[in-house]
């Protein structure tokens, strides 16, 4: 089958497209022809050689895709051959085939196509488990989104929107912030003087969400007294260490997220799939996907990923 691969670590020009063996799917798997993966800067941190990456190479990259079922392990029940499924946490999306633990896998319904499952699912997940999960955003409250112009900020960006939040959006370039204020953010600013711009403008935060990582320090400092700072993402590198007298003294809350920690179970991975899936049909969510790159193309794909232009998501279409 084909697969975009790479054998050592660096930039986008590592990535190439190669013939790999095809897996064979256990007997609680099933093997999924893979349609659309969607690219995340996990992708990047991995091929970099700065994330967790199993196995040996050479290495097949994604963790998200779409597709249909091919085959199906003996075990799996409740699942047919010719379905059509999604995953946003399973590894070697980034290839013809994959094979997928059938827990893991997400029924899509006729009305949302396989493209739409790909730019939405590990994205969408994430936004949701942060405005219901991480903090429960009551109407009214003042939202600080980091990164409002990329795949997640859009998302969180519209969904905080919708529980009644004033939304303040941050993004680093002015398409960006057009496309923060177009998915609902009251305010939008750029990075230049963003935090005494927020608490001039608009006022101390209730909530912020920062997928940036180097600017957590600035996030706690725009969190009201009794503030929540929620910590989710490093795409501008490592924070830099929090003395935790500053929460003491303030009586800020500042928290971590991670997705992982949420899909917990297949019922719980499906029905917040639905309710994502329900957000659309009702107009409420809109999924923007950026660009898409065949898979022979997975290089320059990962260019314009890392480049940060990206205002939605960035897709890998592979059949």
Not at 61 to 73: D, F, N, R
């Amino acid at each position: 089958m084909r697969a975009l691969v790479f054998e050592t670590f660096g930039g986008p020009e590592v990535l190439h497209e190669a013939e790999v063996p095809r897996p064979v799917p256990t007997s609680r798997q099933a093997l999924v022809r893979v349609e659309y993966a969607g690219l995340n800067f996990a992708d990047v941190y991995r091929r970099q050689g700065n994330y967790h990456l199993a196995g040996t190479p050479p290495w097949i990259l994604g963790y998200e895709g779409a597709g249909v079922i091919a085959e199906l392990g003996g075990e799996v029940e409740g699942l047919a051959v010719g379905d059509r499924v999604a995953f946003a946490d399973s590894p070697h999306a980034n290839a013809e085939f994959a094979a997928v633990d059938a827990e893991r896998l997400i029924p899509l319904p006729d009305d949302i196509g396989t493209d739409t499952a790909a730019a939405l699912l590990l994205q969408g997940l994430t936004a949701q488990y942060l405005v219901a999960d991480s903090h429960i955003i009551r109407p009214g409250e003042i939202v600080v989104v980091h990164a409002a112009g990329g795949g997640v900020g859009l998302l969180l960006v519209q969904l905080a929107a919708q529980y009644g939040a004033t939304v303040v959006g941050l993004a680093s370039s002015e398409g960006k912030r057009a496309a923060a204020k177009a998915a609902g953010a009251a305010h939008v600013f750029g990075y230049d003087d963003w935090k005494e711009a927020i608490l001039s403008d608009v006022g101390p935060a209730d909530v912020v969400y920062d997928s940036i990582g180097a600017t957590l320090a600035d996030s706690l400092g725009v969190a009201r007294t009794g503030g929540t700072v929620i910590f989710y993402g490093m795409a501008g590198g490592d924070p830099a260490p929090v003395d935790p007298r500053l929460l003491m003294d303030r009586s800020l809350t500042l928290t971590g997220g991670d997705l992982w920690n949420v899909l917990a179970s297949a019922e719980n991975r499906r029905t917040r799939a639905t309710a994502l899936f329900n957000a659309i049909r009702a107009g409420h969510l809109t999924v923007q996907i950026a660009a898409t790159y065949p898979l022979t193309d997975g290089a320059d794909a990962h260019r314009f990923l890392q480049g940060r232009g990206a205002i939605g998501k960035v897709l890998l279409h592979i059949g």
